[in-house]
């Protein structure tokens, strides 16, 4: 209160219309001050009398400005109170305090004492009050140097992704106000003004002036402040490439593309490089900028040094690996919006680098040194021609996602491509041909030719999120090329689009699939071979697949493939799996020893048995179910139900098999 310069009311209130324009005198020091009338004031609030101290809060500094009242600062750069605090000069803040308010319940000033919860600004580290103090400081004036930014957004010539941040960065510079662009910190560029000793003309230029213009005197003293940090990065964009000379690097690098950076940082960095540019070059220093947003930590919070839930990089590389945790900041988040953190996330991208790393060692290992012809159009079978045109198809999707900014959606593309067409499908039906080269030889180039080339476009589009595991893999399968990220981008070809022979494949998925299926709920071992009948009219899907026959027999556990147009041969008890277009039979005493598995759901239907009749005494005794846990008790119930279920299901089977014996 002791740099007290007026009290401010509510021009509405009628408790004090009388008294504004009037002054009262400040206790202690004994000043008089005026009383004035300013919306700032919360009439509802309190007494609706607010003590104003222009020197030491931004909001009475603004009242202060309105009606031209003295700025007093009674405090020193350490807290400490200064001459202008009359008897309380010399004392540390804290300790001014206590002797105020001493001296104000003695004179009888003070009325009582309540707590009272407000907002405090307190230093990050520290913890300590910070006490606002006014300062003479340089400003940078907004108004012009905001229009050609606001232009570059309503013209297209700036655009931001996603676009909802166009209102960030308008209503910020729309409603601009002079820069204070001073700093009392040690590190930073320095203001590039100069007092002169002896009269105290301020003089702003690039170097140390020689004579003082007003005096002619050749003392000076740089001004000891330094400049904002954004700033100095507003300049940034260009100040890299030789500016303010005309330089080469200049011409060609300016303006350049795309910034990419955090939704916090909009109006500190990238409005005052855009306004920067522009004054400084013509220019805007990007056409695009692309947003992210921050990564949080399991439970949603901002990570801070004060809440302790930082995650060090190095730590979660040293454990998975760089690529893993680049691909997990860039996978499942669309832009602009935040994610959480979690190491299973990183630990499930270190599976997938280790899933393309053994898929690239077994390609490599056997591609060893052989020369290897690129297929004939005839020659290329139906799964080669089905990969090449899943990759030719991938190419143009994830082109497309990258030019849109999708980089999340391009991932999962990619991943899904990797993992399950070519790792978990491609290249186990390439197996039996390369296994069989001496058989066939022209079939095996073919695969491993194909192998190669798929493999090689999928890792350029996998570079960008993972670098150095695809970089890695690339200079082993094209060591003739100076490096992968020197490489062409990948270009979809129209003429390697082929529909039938994607139809081909996935039909036959469908079979291996369903075969599996039938084999898992029968609990067929994969020792047990069994013959796979498809019987399909349509030739050539027919054809197609008996390309894929000697594969199947591989996948889906068979001794034998048989592609026929009719049932003929095939036993009434066979199992059967329908499919589009096809109908997949598989004989029954070939997939169960008959008296075997009897013997088995036998021993199961016993098991069962002794399991309900448990259950069910244990949920009949009223002392088990009034004492035991809720949680307990409702446990037993859901298990008495799922024995109930699974004995019914194995009695079903029992059945089907005696009458078949």
């Not at 899933?355 to 690239?360: D, G, L, P, Q, R």
């Amino acid at each position: 209160m002791l740099g007290d310069t007026a009290i401010a009311v509510h021009p509405d209130d009628d408790r004090y219309k009388d008294i504004v324009g009037k002054k009262a005198v400040l206790p202690l020091v004994n000043r008089e001050i005026p009383i004035v009338a300013d919306y700032y004031v919360d009439k509802e609030f309190g007494t609706g009398a607010v003590k104003i101290t222009p020197a030491h809060d931004p909001n009475d500094f603004e009242v202060g400005k309105r009606h031209d009242l003295p700025e007093i600062n009674i405090m020193t750069d350490d807290a400490v109170i200064n001459e202008q605090g009359g008897k309380y000069a010399g004392m540390e803040r804290y300790e001014a305090r206590e002797a105020i308010v001493k001296d104000l319940k003695e004179q009888g000033y003070l009325v009582k004492i309540v707590p009272h919860s407000h907002n405090v600004g307190t230093h990050e580290r520290c913890k300590t009050t910070v006490e606002p103090l006014i300062k003479q400081q340089w400003f940078v004036r907004m108004e012009e140097l905001a229009k050609p930014a606001i232009e570059a957004i309503k013209t297209g010539e700036l655009k931001f992704v996603p676009e909802r941040f166009d209102k960030v960065y308008l209503r910020w510079l729309e409603n601009i106000r002079d820069w204070c662009i001073s700093r009392q910190i040690w590190w930073g560029h320095r203001i590039p003004a100069y007092y002169c000793d002896e009269c105290g003309k301020i003089v702003v230029s690039r170097e140390m002036p020689q004579v003082c213009p007003e005096c002619g005197c050749r003392h000076f003293t740089q001004d000891e402040d330094t400049l904002d940090t954004w700033f100095s990065s507003a300049l940034w964009p260009f100040s890299t490439l030789g500016w303010p000379e005309h330089t080469e690097d200049l011409d060609y690098f300016y303006p350049t593309d795309v910034l990419v950076t955090g939704y916090d940082i909009i109006f500190f960095w990238v409005v005052r490089m855009v306004f920067s540019g522009y004054a400084h070059t013509g220019k805007s220093p990007f056409h695009t900028v692309f947003i992210h947003g921050l990564i949080r930590d399991s439970q949603g919070r901002k990570m801070s040094k004060s809440l302790g839930n930082g995650i060090d990089p190095l730590d979660i590389i040293s454990q998975y690996g760089a690529d893993a945790l680049r691909m997990t900041i860039m996978t499942g988040n669309a832009p602009g919006n935040d994610m959480r953190f979690y190491n299973e996330k990183v630990e499930a991208s270190r599976n997938f680098a280790n899933k393309v790393w053994n898929a690239s060692r077994f390609i490599l290992m056997n591609l060893g040194d052989k020369e290897l012809n690129e297929p004939t159009d005839f020659n290329l079978r139906p799964g080669d021609r089905w990969i090449m045109s899943k990759c030719n198809s991938l190419i143009k999707e994830v082109t497309e996602n990258m030019d849109k900014f999708e980089l999340g959606i391009a991932l999962s593309k990619i991943y899904d491509f990797l993992w399950d067409e070519f790792c978990d499908w491609y290249i186990e039906i390439a197996k039996y041909r390369i296994y069989h080269a001496d058989e066939d030889a022209q079939s095996a180039n073919d695969a491993l030719w194909t192998l190669r080339e798929v493999l090689k476009n999928s890792l350029k589009l996998l570079h960008p999120y993972m670098p150095f595991v695809s970089e890695e893999i690339y200079s082993k399968l094209v060591p003739e090329e100076e490096s992968l990220m020197m490489s062409r981008w990948p270009v979809y070809d129209e003429k390697k689009n082929f529909p039938m022979a994607e139809s081909v494949v996935e039909h036959y998925k469908e079979i291996i699939r369903g075969v599996r299926n039938v084999r898992a709920e029968m609990n067929v071992p994969n020792s047990r071979k069994a013959t796979i009948y498809v019987v399909c009219k349509d030739q050539q899907l027919c054809t197609g697949l008996a390309f894929l026959s000697n594969s199947a027999v591989t996948m889906a556990a068979a001794n034998e493939f048989i592609i026929q147009n009719d049932k003929t041969g095939i036993a009434e008890d066979a199992v059967s799996v329908v499919v589009p277009d096809a109908t997949v039979y598989v004989p029954l005493e070939e997939l169960i020893d008959f008296a075997q598995e009897i013997e088995r759901l036998t021993k199961e239907e016993t098991r069962l048995t002794k399991e309900i009749a448990r259950g069910e005494g244990m949920l009949n005794n009223e002392k088990f179910v009034s004492k035991a846990p809720e949680a307990k008790v409702q446990e037993e119930r859901e298990k008495l139900e799922k024995y109930k279920q699974m004995k019914e299901q194995v009695c079903g089977r029992l059945a089907s098999l005696r009458e078949k014996q």
